[in-house]
C-alpha cells in the first residue's frame, strides 16, 4: 500500500461466515483505488465471478468508508456499500449504493477503511465489531423482528453509542427491494441489499470505535474545512434551512444541513417510542403525495397515463415507518401506486383476484407486511415490479415497462424510482445515457447535474440558447468546457456524463454526499444570504482534492482523481459486468424505448430508429475508448489504465464482432 | 468511593478556594440548533490530540433517537463557579485558569483516579481511553480566539456559543 499519513487505516476487515473466522487485510493502494468505489470494485473483480447469484455464499458484501469519514469534512461521514444486488433486471448486476447516519464513522473509528462479508452463516447472527474485538453473536431472537425492535435490543445489549446496521423481515425474506437500514432510517435503501444480507443469514452489524483518524496535516486540514464548509453549507438547492425546530438532526456525520430530513416520533406499535429521523424527500410521498402524473403517447400510438401518488396524510407517515420497520425501500409506494393506480384507470381493480385499494392506508399496511414475508401474493410483489409484470402481464406491457424494466435495470425510471419524471433537453438525454450504461438508477450518485435544470424553470425545455440564463452558461463552460452542455440537445452531453461519473467515484470515494458534491455553485446558509449574493453560481470543483490532501498526505489533484483513478473504477465495474452478464451496446438500448417517450412539455419523440440516440452511445464509447460495436472496454483503453490482467481476463470472452452487431 | 467521602472531601478543601481564580465563561450547549453532525467532537480532539477521535473529545454529542425526551443532548463542562471537582482532586491536578474561567487539568499531575467525574453532578471528566488521565473542556484557554469546537460548529453562535462573562455578568447558575 502506498505511504499516507492520515485519512485511511490500512486495515480492511473480512468476515467469513462459512468459516465462522475474522481476518484483517492491507487497504488496496489507495493511489491506485482512492477510496470505496475502486476498493469494493476490485473486490467484486477478484472474487465475485460469473455464475454467482446475489443470494449465493460466494456473493461479498462490502461496507467501506473513504479517508474524509470520521472527520470534520463537510458531509464526510457516508458509507458506500457494493454488492451483487438481486434488484438487477433482467439480471442481478453489481451496484454500489451509500447511506449516512454514524456508521460509517465508527467503522474508521474502530480501526477499519472497510468490512468485506463472505459465506452463509448456519444460523442467524450478528457481528459485532469493537475496535480490534470482532465476534459473531447469536442472533436467533433477533430474526423475524423488525428494524426498530433490533436495533433497540441491540443498543440496551451493548450500548447506546454503538452503531448498528440491521435488516428488518424484508430483508431475511430476500425481498429484490429490501433496505439494510441504520439509525432507525439512515439506509442502504433502494439498491436492494438487505436481501443478501438476509441470505447470509447476518441480522445486524454493530460496530463501536474508541480509536481516531489521523490527520497528515491537522492546521492545514481545518483551514480547507472551514473553506469548503463555507462553499457547501446550503446543502441540496444550495440553500440551508436552519428554522428546523426542534429535534432536526442531519442525515450524515459532519453535516449540520438539515435538507429535506425531519423527525418524528413513531407511533407505539413498534414498542418503542423512538424519534425518528426521517428523510423527507421520497418519504414524504406516502404522507403527502409524489412527483406529477405523466400523460403521453408514444411513438407507436399508445397512450399512457400513470397517476400521482395521492399521499395518504398521518396514516401515511406511519405507513413509512413501517416499511423502514420491516427493511423495504420506502421508494417502493412510489413505483407500486403509479402501475397499480394506472391498471384502476384502465378498469383493472383486481390484482389475481385480489382488491387494490390504493386510498386505503389498511391495504398498504397488509400489503408491506405481506410483501416483506413473502406471504401469498406478497411473494410475486416482493420480486419487483418488472419481475412481478413478466410472471402476471396484467395491464400493457408499455405501462410496466415504463415504470420500471430491464433499460432501468429493474428501478423505477428517472430520478431514484419515482417513477417517472421527465426532465428537460438536455437533461432528459443525460439521465438515458447515464441509465443505459449503468447497473441501477443513476441519480443517487449523479445529482449535481439535475440541480441545474432547477435554473431553466424546469421542467420548461429552453427554445434558443439565448433563452438560458448567462450564469449557467458560463458555470457550464467553466466545469464542462463548454456552453453547449446546457443548450437542448444531446450535442455535448457525452462530456457531461462522462465527467459526472467520474465525479461520482470520487465522492463516493471520500465518502461525501450527492447532494454537495461536487461542489459546482456554492451554497448559503440562508435564503437572507443567498440573495444578497444574487447572480453568482461560484463553486470549486476541486472541492475534494482541496480536503485530501491535509487530510492524508498524499499530493493528489482532482484531475489526476479523474483520470486515470476514476476513470480506472468506471472501467473495472464496467468490466464485472462484461465478465459475469455478458453485458454489451444491446443492453445499454434497453433505454431507447423509455427514451422515446414524448417529453414532458414540447412533446417531441426521437425519431422512430433512434438514430440520435444511438450516435451519442457511439460519442460516448468513443470517448471512453470503449468498442462501438460491443460496449467493452478496449484492450488498450484497459492496459493504459494499469489494468493488464483484467484485459488479459477479458480477452478469451471477446467474440467475433459479427456475431454481436445489432 | 462513596458520596459522603466526596462530600467530606469538598468540605476538606474548600477553605483553600477563596484564593482561587473565579469562575468567568463557558460553553453553551442549545440542542434546539444542533443538527448532531458532531463536528465540534471531531475539531475538539484535532486540537488537543492530532486525531479525529470522538473517545478523546472534551466534548460530545448524543443524538439518541430512541429518547422520547431530549434527544439531542451535549457533554460539556459547565465551568460551574462551585467545581467540585476542583475540591475533589487529591493532587492538585484540577487548577481554575485565570484567563478564561477554565477549570483544567493539569496532564503532568493527573493521575487518573476519576474523582472529579464523581464529584460531578454531570459526571462530565472523562477517562482517556489509553491513558490514566482525566480529560475535560478547558475552554481552549491556550487560545486566543476562544473553543475552537465553537469557531468551527457549522451552526456557530447557535447550537454552540462561547460566553466568556457568563458567570461575570450577573445572570449565570451554571445551568442550561
Known sequence: MGAFSGGYTGRFLRVDLDQRQVSVEETPDPRKWLGPRGWNALIGWNEVGPGVGPFDPANRIVFSVGPLVGTCAPTSGRTTVSTLSPRGYPRPMWTSASMGGYFGAELKYAGYDGLVI?????????????????????????????????????????????????????????????????????????????????????????????????????????????????????????????????????????????????????????????????????????????????????????????????????????????????????????????????????????????????????????????????????????????????????????????????????????????????????????????????????????????????????????????????????????????????????????????????????????????????????????????????????????????????????????????????ERIVNLERCIEVRNNGRCREDDEAVIPHYQWPEKTDGTHLSADAHEFRALLDRYYDLRGWDRQTSWPTREKLEELGLEEVARALEPLRVPQMAVGR | MTETFVHENIQATSPARESLPKAKGRVVFDPHWCRTCRVCEVVCSIAKEGQARPAVARINISFNEFASVDPISATICFQCEDAPCIAACRVDAMVREARTGAVVVLQDKCVGCMRCQKACQWGVPKQHPDRREALKCDLCSDREGGPLCVEMCPLSGKALKYEPDYYTRGNGDGRV
Open chain 1, 118 to 566: 463472505q459465506g452463509q452463516a448456519d444460523a442467524p447472527c450478528y457481528l459485532l465489531i469493537e475496535d480490534e474485538q470482532v465476534t459473531l453473536e447469536d442472533a436467533r431472537d433477533l430474526w423475524g423482528k423488525g428494524v426498530y425492535a433490533t436495533e433497540q435490543a441491540l443498543k440496551a445489549r451493548h450500548g447506546a453509542q454503538h452503531q448498528i446496521a440491521t435488516i428488518g423481515p424484508a430483508g431475511e425474506n430476500r425481498v429484490r427491494f429490501a433496505s439494510i437500514i441504520h439509525r432507525l432510517n439512515n439506509a442502504i435503501g433502494n439498491g436492494g441489499f438487505g436481501g443478501v444480507l438476509g441470505a447470509k443469514g447476518l441480522k445486524a452489524i454493530v460496530v463501536r470505535g474508541t480509536g481516531g483518524v489521523r490527520i497528515a496535516d491537522p492546521v492545514g486540514f481545518l483551514e480547507a474545512v472551514r473553506y469548503v464548509w463555507n462553499l457547501t453549507k446550503g446543502g441540496i438547492g444550495r440553500v440551508g434551512r436552519p428554522d428546523a425546530g426542534y429535534p432536526a438532526v442531519a442525515c450524515a456525520h459532519a453535516c449540520s444541513v438539515r435538507c429535506v430530513t425531519r423527525i418524528k416520533p413513531l407511533e407505539d406499535r413498534y414498542g418503542t417510542k423512538a424519534n425518528l429521523a426521517m428523510i423527507k424527500c421520497v418519504d414524504q410521498s406516502w404522507e403527502g403525495g409524489s412527483h406529477p402524473e405523466y400523460r403521453g403517447v408514444s411513438l407507436r400510438g399508445e397512450a399512457l397515463h400513470v397517476p400521482r401518488p395521492t399521499g395518504l396524510g398521518k396514516p401515511g407517515l406511519d405507513l413509512t415507518n413501517l416499511a423502514n420497520d420491516m427493511g423495504l425501500t420506502t421508494w417502493a409506494y412510489d413505483t407500486w401506486y403509479r402501475y397499480l393506480g394506472a391498471l384502476g384507470e384502465l378498469g383493472i381493480g383486481e390484482v389475481c383476484g385480489q382488491p387494490v385499494e390504493l386510498s386505503n392506508p389498511d391495504w398498504w399496511r397488509d400489503w408491506i407486511v405481506k410483501v416483506a414475508h413473502r406471504e401469498g401474493l406478497g411473494d410475486d410483489y416482493a420480486e419487483g415490479l418488472a419481475r412481478f409484470y413478466d410472471k402476471h402481464q396484467i395491464g400493457p406491457r408499455y405501462l410496466a415497462e415504463f415504470i420500471e424494466s430491464a433499460g432501468s435495470r429493474g428501478h423505477g425510471w428517472h430520478r431514484e424510482g419515482r417513477a417517472m419524471e421527465p426532465h428537460p433537453s438536455p437533461f432528459w438525454e443525460y439521465s438515458a445515457l447515464l441509465y443505459a450504461v449503468s447497473t441501477r438508477d443513476v441519480t443517487p450518485s449523479t445529482h449535481d447535474f439535475f440541480f441545474l435544470n432547477w435554473l431553466y424553470g424546469y421542467p420548461k425545455t429552453p427554445k434558443d440558447p439565448s433563452e438560458i440564463s448567462l450564469p449557467l452558461q458560463e458555470l457550464a463552460e467553466r466545469v464542462y468546457g463548454s456552453r453547449k452542455a446546457v443548450y437542448p440537445g444531446d450535442e455535448y452531453i457525452e462530456h457531461v456524463t462522462v465527467w459526472h461519473q467520474h465525479r461520482a467515484i470520487i465522492k463516493d470515494s471520500m465518502t461525501l454526499c450527492d447532494w454537495v458534491f461536487p461542489v459546482m455553485r456554492r451554497g448559503y446558509a440562508s435564503r437572507e444570504e443567498a440573495m444578497a449574493d444574487k447572480g453568482s453560481l461560484d463553486g470549486d470543483t476541486s472541492a475534494e482534492a482541496v480536503l485530501y490532501r491535509p487530510c492524508t498526505g498524499i499530493e493528489l489533484d482532482i484531475s489526476e482523481m479523474e483520470r486515470p483513478i476514476a
